[in-house]
């Protein structure tokens, strides 16, 4: 436990602590009681305290990159969304099939920057 807390840059609290914490908590009674799990469950309850403590500001700017595989009117009308630092909202209104075209191509590129 204590080379976790020393090493928090490598041992990231959301990355890494708190999922761990929640495993650890919804194992067996007797891995929850055991000291260090214990003592690991408190240290993400308390880095949890301190995320919700903290207030929300939205991003200064809202521009993301995007690595669409596709160079259609709609894929770059989606790209030139992506890439907007102000514009916090796109509406795509096209045809099922174009809908799905673009659902196809952004929803797994989405999931990968979810779990980056
Ligand atoms: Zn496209």
Known sequence: MDHLLVWSETFAADAIVVPAALQLSEGADELRRWGPARRLCAVAFDHLEQRIAEALTPPSDFARASALACSCPHCRDLAAFLADPVRK????????????????????????????
């Open 89 to 116: 909202v796109w509406t795509f209104k096209a045809a099922e099939a174009h809908c799905s075209h673009v659902e196809s191509l952004a929803i797994p590129w989405i999931a990968s920057l979810r779990s980056q």
